[in-house]
């Protein structure tokens, strides 16, 4: 699934460059057609000089499609061919003031349309360059799948609920310590910007603590340490306070078994010979929320043989809800889809979520991964 990342971020950076204007050799026999066939319907019905006024609209449909030089030439055009007529024509003697106004209002309109056309390109440019921008720290914030360790190879989906937005409050990494491999999961109370901070100070975390923390208990202390300092910080600028749920996993060569931290986050599955099953694993709290736990962290160990797929998911999948408010059956469509290889799986099952819930469901965002142990040599 990188194409899920790496296309997003291409998306996000290019979208201005989707929008191409017209070749010079389309622009000019369009504006001659259209000029053709209003010439020609004013011959009929010899009103030339107000059918002409269908020209005015020109500049206007230039300046939102077209450059700045497209913009000035089909302006320059119209005032041409709007002057020309309403002098050489033989109209009334009386509507000169007609045709007089008729010729500025066209001279106006079409300066007008320059000038639009060249704010609406240098503000394609600015948000071009900060989409750019946005693009770069997505790669750094989430970094782009699949991602491969020694232990395993991971694929999957993530999709933000705004089609605009880059990062939601869905998070996912990979960190390959000397403890073996570390998977993180996890979703940020809320949506929008305001969870992006709480999201960038969980990885950062996480990428610094899995090398450091030999135990899967000290990481998710570490994390939650975390999350309650961005909180404070959070109270002190008038933010609000947030939790996240996560799952910790850690997975190395020497054992079939995983083991796992879970922080109120939902349940890996684990998909094997054509069986599914769901990881026994006792629900913790929320990262920031450790202090109201009555039981300190515990790790816990499900089986994970070679050939296995472990599935992981945030309640963006789980919560999706059709028309009828009805969830949608994960464990059901997951054992539909045991031939989807573990590469596309986490695509077959976003787009069935998204037929499921419709036009008139509800949608969140949504992380989908898939684990796979690597091949041994």
């Known amino acids: 699934m990188a194409g899920s990342r790496r296309k997003r971020s291409a998306e996000a950076a290019d979208a201005f460059e989707a929008i191409e204007p017209p070749r010079n050799a389309e622009l000019i026999l369009g504006v001659l057609a259209v000029t053709a066939l209003v010439e020609a319907l004013g011959v009929l019905s010899r009103s030339e000089v107000w059918l002409l006024g269908l020209l005015v609209f020109l500049p206007g449909t230039a300046s939102a499609l077209c450059t700045v030089r497209q913009t000035a030439f ?5 005032t041409l061919v709007v002057t020309t007529t309403a002098v050489v024509r033989n109209v009334d003697a009386d509507r000169w003031l007609d045709r007089l106004l008729l010729v500025l209002l066209t001279l ?3 300066v007008a349309s320059v000038y639009a056309c060249h704010r609406r390109i240098r503000r394609e ?3 071009f360059r900060l989409r750019s921008t946005a693009a770069a ?19 999957g989906v993530y999709e933000p609920l705004q089609e605009d937005r880059l990062v939601g409050g869905d998070i996912y990494d990979v960190v390959a310590s000397a403890w073996g491999t570390r998977v993180l999961i996890g979703d940020v109370q809320g949506k929008g910007l305001a969870a992006v901070g709480a999201a960038f100070a969980v990885i950062g975390t996480f990428r610094e603590a899995a090398h450091r923390e030999p135990t899967l208990t000290a990481l998710a202390d570490a994390l939650d340490a975390a999350v309650v300092r961005h909180n404070s910080y959070a109270e002190n600028t008038g933010d609000d306070e947030r939790f996240v749920t996560a799952l910790v996993i ?11 931290v879970n922080c109120g986050h939902i349940l890996p599955h684990v998909l ?3 069986t599914v099953t769901t990881a026994e694993l006792d629900s913790g709290v929320p990262l920031g929320l450790a202090e109201l736990a009555l039981e300190p962290t515990t790790v816990g160990w499900f089986p994970f043989p070679d050939g296995a797929t472990l ?13 009828d408010g009805t969830f949608y059956p994960v464990d059901e469509r997951l054992a539909e889809h045991l031939d989807v290889s573990p590469t596309d799986l986490p695509r077959a099952l976003y787009e069935d979520a998204r037929a499921y819930a419709g036009s008139g469901g509800r949608h969140d965002d949504v992380a ?10």
């Open 74 to 78: 089909v302006a320059a055009w119209t």
């Open 272 to 274: 094997h010979e054509g």
């Open 368 to 377: 989908v991964l898939t684990v796979r142990r690597s091949p041994r040599h």
């Open 108 to 110: 106006t309109l079409g």
């Open 137 to 155: 720290m997505q790669r750094h914030i989430l970094h782009p799948l699949p991602l491969l360790t020694d232990d395993v190879l991971v694929n």
């Open 250 to 260: 850690g997975i190395d060569a020497l054992t079939e078994e995983a083991q796992a």
């Open 311 to 323: 599935l992981l998911s945030t309640d963006g999948l789980t919560e999706t809800r059709n028309a």
């Open 125 to 127: 440019a600015e948000m």
